[in-house]
Each structure stands twice: as C-alpha cells, then as structure tokens.
C-alpha cells in the first residue's frame, strides 16, 4: 500500500472511534503513582520504591529458596522486580563471599569471590536493568553491578552483580564450563527460549552435577513451571546416580540436593504474587486489515484524548515499519505540532536493533521538547518486550506482530520472516505499561485472535542456523552434540547442516570424511530439490543425526570458536592471515557488524529532501569500491581513518558517524581476540587489493554465485545461482555491482534477502581461478 493510501487525517478520524471499536475484558486497578522524567532519584527513594514492589515482601522467601535449592523457577508477574531485585537479594544474603561496597568510590582490597550472573536474551535489556540496579545501589556502572553484551564489557574487578546477554555467558563457558565465577545463574526471561539459553539450561545441568554450590534460578512472567521443574529434576537424579555410581552407594557426598532423600526438592519454585500497577486491556472488535494504518489511529487517538504523563510505545515487526509509521504519524500529525484537544506536541523515537546505541538511548531519555507539553511515541520492535522500564510510558499499543529469524535446511538459508507473536509476547508486551503508574494496552486484534495464538514462541533452537552452537559445544569438549541435555531437541536435520558447514570449513574432521561433508571429492554436490526432501526426511527419522562416526574438532575449529563472530566470518578473518590481509579482513567484519553505515535522508525531511538525497547518492557513489560491497566498506573506513576518524567527514560524505564508531570498536576488540591466537593484526596486503578479493573467495566460498542467463523474466537478463542450494537470485539494489555492465560472472555474497524475489546483498567479486587455487575440494577441476 503506498503511503498515501496509509495517510490518515486527524479531521476526518472520530476521535473515539478506535476506543469505541475496543473492547475492554479486564482491569486490575493498582495503588501507587510516580512521576515520569523526576530528576534521579536518591538511594532513599529507590530504597522506597524498591519496598512497594511485590517481590519485596517475599524476599527472605526467594532467599531462603534459593538457599535450599539447587535450581529454582521464580514466576511473577511482569514489573514485580523480578530482573532488579533477585540479584541484589542474593547479594544482601551473602551468596557471593566478600562485601561490596556500595559507592564504589574507596579503592579497597576487598574481592567478590563469585559473582551473581542475570542473563538475558536481549544488550539493551542488559544495559538498562544494570543501569537500574546500579543506581538503586548507588553505584557507578562497572563498579558492584556491571553488564557484558557482545563487544561491550562494563564489569570490573570489584563487579559482583553482572547482567549479560546469555550469548556472553555461552561464550565464557567455553573456556570455564564450571562456569566456576559464578555462585548464582539467573536465566531471566526464559519462557523466550532463545538459542543460547536453552544451550545454558544444558551446560548449567551439567555444571550443577560436578558443582554443588552453583545455584540457579530460571525466571519470567510466563513460563511452564512444569517444563523446567521437570527438566532441572530429572539432572539432579542423573548427577545422583552418576555420583552413587563413582563413590559407591556407601560413598561420601553431601546430603541435601543430591541425596536420594531430597529428590523431590531439588528443584523449588517461587510464585509471586501481585502486580505494582494495574494495565486495562482494550482489543479490536474487528480484525485490522492494515496494521501500521491501526497503529496510527490509535496513536493519534490516544494523543488527541489522553493527559501526560502518558507517553506511548507501540510494537511493531521491524525496522520498515517501524520508518512507515514514523512518516504517517509525521505526515498526519505533524511532529513538532500542537494539535488536537490536549495540545500537545508528539516526539517520535524509533527503537530497534541496527539502530546505534546512542541512537536507541533518546527512546529512554526524556523528550527534547517540553516534558509538560511533549508526548513521546517510542515505535519499537521485540526489542523493547522484555525487562525494560521506559521513563513515562503509559500506552501500549500492539500490533501482535513480530520478525522472526527462521533457518530453512532445505535451501541452507536464514530468512526473517513476520509472524503473530505468541501469547506469553503479547503479556510481555503490556507489562511495559504500567511501571511506574497504571496504564492501558490497546491490542491490535480481536479477543478471540489473541486465544488462538500459541501459548508462547516456538524454542530458538528449533528455527535457527545451529552452526556456531555446534561449534561452542564441540570447543566446550562435549563430543556429541547431538545427544545433548536439549530442553527441546533441535531437529536431525538443522544439526547435519550444521556438522557439514562446519566440515566444509574445516572445523571438524570425521573419520573417514574429507572436509567437505557433501562434496563428491572435486566440486558441491547440489541434490535436486525432491532428492533434498528425501534426504532432510530421512535425517529427520534418525535421532542421532548423519554423522556415521563423531566429529572432532580441529585445531582450525578452535581458532574458529575462539573468536565472537559467525564460523564464515571467523573462517574469513583466519584464511586472510594466511593470505597477508587481515588488517583489512577485521575492518571487513567490523564494518559488517555495524549496520547503516551510509546514511540517506528521509524523503519527508522537509522541503530540500529531494537534493539532499540526491547529494547522498553522488556521495556513496564517490565511495565505491569497484570490486564490490566489502571492498567498499574497507575503503570507507579507509577514508575515515585518513580522515581522523572526523564527524565532520562523515556528514561531507553522508556517512552514519556512530555506526563508524561502533564499527571501529568492534575493530579494536577483534585486535585483542587475534593478537591472543598469535597472530598479527597489521598484516595489511595495502594497495594489492586482489589479494583482499582472494581472502573473500577462500573466506565465503560458502557463499558463491555464479552468473547465469535467468530462467524467471522477473530476475532480469541475468541472475546469479547460488552454489551451496543451486537456487538463483539477483543483486540487490543497494549493491555497488548492482546493474554493472558486464555483469560479474562470479560473486561471493554476505547475505541473502526475500522480499518480492530473492536477493543476494553485500556483494563482492571473485575470480574462479582464486577458488580453484583456494578451495580445491570444492572448486578444482574435474
Ligand atoms: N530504568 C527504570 N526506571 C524507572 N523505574 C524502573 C526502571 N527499571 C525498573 N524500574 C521499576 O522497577 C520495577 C521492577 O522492574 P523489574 O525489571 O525488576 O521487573 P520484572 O518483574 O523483572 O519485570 P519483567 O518481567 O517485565 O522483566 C518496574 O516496574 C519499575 O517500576
């Protein structure tokens, strides 16, 4: 639909109408009031706060639990404290050994022996609950409480609290499977069954068998108890028989969690009871044909008929439509505006992940505009759906739709696909209203839709590429991983492609097998698309999966793993050394990691939009790379560092500023992480630029394609068909070598794309000779 079909004008929109067509089920009226924006508040009023929140009152009980459990799954519901207060509680009741002190500010020989970990699936929700609790215990960040995301560590030696994301402490496990830091695990919002929780829920089950004084404690609003009490049960009375077995059945070991007499309480379970404030839910009466035409009338309702404090945050899938919304909220309301009766003017801040994190900050700061006459609408996606507080949000409205990323074994591809969130989402998602006061939730859909959505998302594990979790548990030494303590087991079919791309890369040897996997000793072996089917149907009947003898890490696999990046990418930075390159190998992938890097102006940005678009263009044209996209984002980064890394220069070429910087802090990091494998980081191939192309052939051979006359009209003259699923795609527009003339016969791509067709993106060329030379089992002749 174009957007001028979306737009929708405040006059001829009955200011009721939305409200009208909603329907209200249910309300639960809390108590308390705080004001949005205060100034931060001192420890004494924290102090307060923290006592009215529900989980105060049962605090030496979650205490005392934790105590007298090995593990323990802590429901309540969303804005009881679950996420800021359990870490502190265990803190004040000694589970780590040492003292903390609490201003951080006198330095002192005092040492935390252990700390408490608070994982979760999402940085910013790590960042912004540690924040919180720093404040809470008046510290600065990095000092008793600190967090660890993906290129990110604020922790220091005197940190005893530490939010992370579960993928951090995935990667720690590698090298401390004990995971030997840490007295106490807590895996907060599991029932999102993110990839590397549900690989934690695992290791930590197995930990507990060789540890008996890890605690852990499961958390979220809604989750099957049963599921989890089950799953950590059934690891105490393993590790049980597994240590009668070792010491005899007279043999010495301590009673309590392991003795058969306290089967039945290794694992407790906490319910807290209580809700802080009170969130009315309203639904359509009618299903909405247009979710982002919805979501904007009942923006521009709420706006127009409610009081401030009340600022709104409204879920959508993604990025694209989180831009759309922006420009018809801008289009029909105009942003810096008084409009309708409550006169008040509308801030609109975009919240997802490509965004940078300075970016992502202005959502939880107060609004630029006047507090008392400025409303904030934060459009975000999923992002925003757990364990974050935003200041002043009092409306929520819901979409009910969500991007998920999927894995399809068949074509080996990932790809994002919009689906209706699950029930257990669409709870997460009001408990972002009523935090600080009551609020209201407008669900974009009808009662009856919302009963039949899942009860809650589908287990990571079962959607996605598990070629890096492979990887990690084969690094871990656990050599079978496909008997391992799964919660949901993935299917046999997700984890062969996994064990052949990690073949193909040469992390894994198996008896008898060349690297390869799938290779018929001189080039891919591509099955034809029924044989496929009848090879993934046949996997998926067999629970120990293809591998006819087990794999084996290789010492190239462990370098592999070692380094925080995908096993292509890794494999690349690695392949580069050997060719000369990887100076320009790390700004490859650093660049790669910051998304947005070339900034181009909205086409609403007021009357001169046009030109400068058109100035962007000529700019980003200016910066390409002739031999493709990678190369051009060396080159750009190449251009900044001659530069001195200016803003100005950035804003001469409409280049993104923070997503450079980030960029180079990823650069600086990966430094760190190669100059440990001994090698070195300023090996540069300079002006030789062949030799970086020939690095991108030996790195994502993976993913070469091929010209081709197209064999569909809609991919054009030509189209490019991918090797590793023999499907055929077509350049993306936004690439450097998009409409070259003559076309690249061959290409290596970082990413593929299904909007209207398929499409290749990041686009570099390769010389076959390079592959032949470079990949010989795979490309040498026949
Ligand atoms: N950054 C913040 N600013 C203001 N108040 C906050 C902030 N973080 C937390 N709070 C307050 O603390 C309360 C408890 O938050 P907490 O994240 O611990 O709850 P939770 O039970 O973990 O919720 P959820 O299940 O949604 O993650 C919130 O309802 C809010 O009142």
């Given at each position: 639909m174009s957007m001028e079909a979306r737009k929708v004008?405040?006059?001829?929109?009955?200011?009721?109408?939305?409200?009208?067509?909603?329907?209200?089920?249910?309300?639960?009226?809390?108590?308390?009031?705080?004001?949005?924006?205060?100034?931060?508040?001192?420890?004494?009023?924290?102090?307060?706060?923290?006592?009215?929140?529900?989980?105060?009152?049962?605090?030496?009980?979650?205490?005392?639990?934790?105590?007298?459990?090995?593990?323990?799954?802590?429901?309540?519901?969303?804005?009881?404290?679950?996420?800021?207060?359990?870490?502190?509680?265990?803190?004040?009741?000694?589970?780590?050994?040492?003292?903390?002190?609490?201003?951080?500010?006198?330095?002192?020989?005092?040492?935390?022996r252990k700390l408490i970990a608070c994982t979760q699936p999402r940085r910013v929700a790590a960042i912004t609950v540690a924040g919180r609790v720093a404040e809470e215990m008046g510290c600065a960040l990095g000092q008793a409480v600190g967090y660890a995301v993906r290129f990110d560590d604020k922790t220091g030696p005197r940190t005893v609290i530490k939010y992370m994301t579960d993928g951090v402490l995935l990667r720690e496990a590698m090298t401390d499977p004990l995971l030997t830091r840490y007295a106490v695990i807590i895996l907060d919002e599991a029932h999102e069954r993110s990839l590397q929780t549900d690989i934690l829920f695992g290791l930590i089950r197995r930990a507990q068998r060789e540890r008996k004084d890890l605690r852990v404690v499961v958390m979220s609003a809604t989750l099957d108890v049963e599921v989890f009490r089950r799953f950590f049960e059934t690891g105490g009375r393993k590790e049980e028989k597994a240590l009668i077995k070792r010491h005899g059945e007279n043999g010495k070991h301590e009673k309590g969690m392991l003795s058969r007499e306290g089967q039945a309480s290794t694992v407790g379970v906490v319910r807290i009871e209580g809700r802080q404030y009170g969130v009315e839910v309203y639904y359509c009466e009618e299903a909405q044909e247009d979710s982002i035409d919805a979501a904007c009338l009942a923006v521009l309702q709420i706006h127009e008929s409610e009081p401030l404090p009340g600022d709104i945050l409204v879920f959508l899938s993604g990025q694209e439509d989180i831009e759309a919304l922006a420009e018809l909220l801008s289009e029909s309301a105009g942003t810096d505006t008084s409009i309708g009766k409550t006169g008040l003017c509308m801030e609109i801040c975009p919240l997802y992940s490509a965004l940078a994190p300075e970016e992502q900050a202005k959502a939880f700061h107060p609004p630029k505009g006047p507090a008392k006459s400025t409303r904030k609408v934060i459009l975000a996606t999923n992002i925003a759906e757990t364990s974050v507080t935003i200041n002043g949000i009092r409306h929520v409205v819901d979409t009910g739709w969500v991007k998920v990323r999927r894995y399809v074994p068949s074509t080996g591809l990932d790809s994002l696909k919009v689906t209706q969130i699950a029930r257990a989402q669409a709870q997460q998602r009001t408990g972002r209203a009523g935090r600080e006061a009551p609020g209201k939730c407008y669900r974009l859909f009808t009662e009856s839709a919302f009963e039949r959505l899942d009860a809650v998302p589908q287990p990571e594990i079962q959607r996605v590429n598990l070629t890096q979790v492979v990887l990690q548990l084969l690094a871990m030494g656990l050599d079978d991983p496909q008997h391992f303590d799964y919660l949901s087991p993935p299917s046999a079919t997700a984890l062969a492609r996994a064990f052949e791309t990690l073949l193909a890369l040469g992390c894994i040897a198996e008896g008898g097998l060349s690297p390869g996997g799938n290779v018929d000793g001189t080039r891919i072996v591509i099955p034809e698309k029924d044989d496929r089917q009848a090879v993934e149907a046949q996997a998926d009947q067999k629970p120990s999966g293809p591998a006819k003898s087990r794999p084996v890490i290789t010492p190239h696999g462990r370098r592999v793993a070692s380094l925080p990046l995908d096993p292509v990418y890794a494999h690349f930075v690695l392949r580069a050394s050997e060719l000369g390159c990887i100076f320009e190998a790390l700004t490859a992938v650093s660049m790669l990691s910051a998304e947005n890097v070339l900034y181009m102006p909205s086409p609403h940005g007021g009357p001169d939009a046009a030109e400068q678009r058109n100035r962007a263009t000529t700019a980003h044209r200016a910066l390409a790379a002739y031999d493709g996209d990678v190369p051009t984002l060396v080159h750009i980064y190449e251009r900044w560092v001659a530069a001195k890394k200016g803003n100005r220069w950035c804003w001469d070429h409409f280049v993104n500023a923070r997503a450079m910087k980030k960029a180079d802090e990823v650069r600086e990091q990966l430094l760190l992480l190669v100059r440990r494998l001994g090698l070195d980081p300023s090996q540069s191939c300079g002006n030789e630029r062949q030799i970086f192309l020939r690095s991108l052939a030996a790195g994502l051979f993976l993913n070469v394609a091929r010209r081709q006359p197209a064999t569909s009209p809609a991919l054009g003259k030509y189209c490019y068909k991918m090797l590793a699923n023999g499907r055929e795609a077509a350049i993306h527009p936004s690439s450097v070598l998009h409409a070259r003339n003559p076309a690249p016969q061959c290409v290596v791509f970082t990413e593929v794309l299904t909007t209207s067709r398929p499409y290749i993106r990041g686009v570099s060329i390769v010389d076959p000779a390079d592959l032949q030379e470079l990949v010989p089992q795979f490309f040498g002749r026949a």
């Open positions: 004008h405040v006059g001829a929109v009955g200011l009721s109408q939305l409200p009208k067509k909603m329907k209200r089920p249910r309300e639960e009226v809390g108590s308390h009031q705080l004001t949005a924006f205060q100034p931060t508040p001192s420890r004494r009023q924290h102090q307060n706060a923290r006592q009215q929140l529900p989980i105060w009152r049962q605090k030496t009980y979650v205490v005392e639990t934790v105590r007298r459990h090995a593990s323990v799954v802590l429901v309540g519901e969303t804005g009881s404290g679950k996420s800021t207060q359990v870490p502190q509680f265990l803190l004040d009741a000694g589970f780590c050994a040492g003292i903390v002190e609490a201003q951080g500010s006198t330095p002192s020989p005092i040492r935390a």
